[in-house]
C-alpha cells in the first residue's frame, strides 16, 4: 500500500503553470521594451513640422467650441 504517492502529479502540474507562467511574463515584457524601443525610433525620424503648418493650425480665429 503507498502512502499519499498520488500528490506528485498535482505539483508538477502547478509547477509546470508556473514555470509557463513565468515564461509569459518575460516574453510579455521583452514584447514591450521591443516595442518602445521601435516607437522611440519612429519618433526620432519624424521630420519636425515646418513654421508653415504651425502658422495654419493657429491662426488666430475664434476657437470652433464657443
Known amino acids: 500500500m503507498k502512502d499519499g504517492g498520488n500528490n506528485s502529479g498535482a505539483r508538477s502540474g502547478k509547477a509546470a503553470k508556473d514555470q509557463r507562467e513565468a515564461r509569459l ?38 476657437s470652433p467650441d464657443k
Open 25 to 62: 511574463k518575460q516574453a510579455l515584457r521583452e514584447n514591450l521594451k521591443r516595442r518602445k524601443s521601435q516607437a522611440r525610433e519612429r519618433a526620432d525620424f519624424t521630420p519636425a513640422s515646418s513654421e508653415a503648418d504651425d502658422v495654419a493650425r493657429n491662426d488666430g480665429g475664434e
